[in-house]
């Protein structure tokens, strides 16, 4: 993620209350908190300790910052997740072919089990993984 789209998406994220402290200790910055949660998530092979590590928090407090950013991510939704113009799909398609050989396609999975903070309320069943 680039700088300006992270402060663009702290900017976004910083106007929900779910980030305005209502007890005595005041919260951490929003932009830490969404540093927390791309730690995260946005690492490959990371998880919760590594990230409390990095970051000098503790186990739960991942937790409760990650579950913060994605019900405010949820709750903005297709507002400002998009697949983009149709420049922008072509862009991807394009690289997608020259590295892959795969046309016409704008996204892939490489079978990285992603842990989600909340079972989705629609289908959320098939969310399980049977991996062990």
């Not at 991510?73 to 983009?84: I, K, M």
Request: with cysteine; glycine share 10%.
């Amino acid at each position: 993620i680039s700088r300006p789209t992270f402060d663009r998406l702290v900017h976004l994220l910083e106007r929900n209350p779910i980030f305005e402290s209502t007890g005595k200790k005041p919260q951490r910055p929003v932009r830490y908190q969404l540093a927390c949660f791309l730690l995260r998530y946005g690492t490959r092979g990371a998880d919760s300790m590594q990230a409390a590590h990095k970051l000098g928090v503790g186990f739960g407090t991942v937790f409760l910052y990650c579950k913060r950013v994605v019900r405010v991510l949820r709750e903005l939704g297709l507002d400002v997740v998009t697949w983009g113009n149709e420049d922008r799909l072509q862009q991807v398609a394009t690289h997608v072919m020259g590295r892959s050989g795969i046309p016409d396609c704008v996204g892939m999975l490489d079978g990285s089990l992603v842990r989600l903070t909340e079972m989705p309320e629609r289908n959320g069943f098939s969310f399980i993984c049977r991996k062990k």
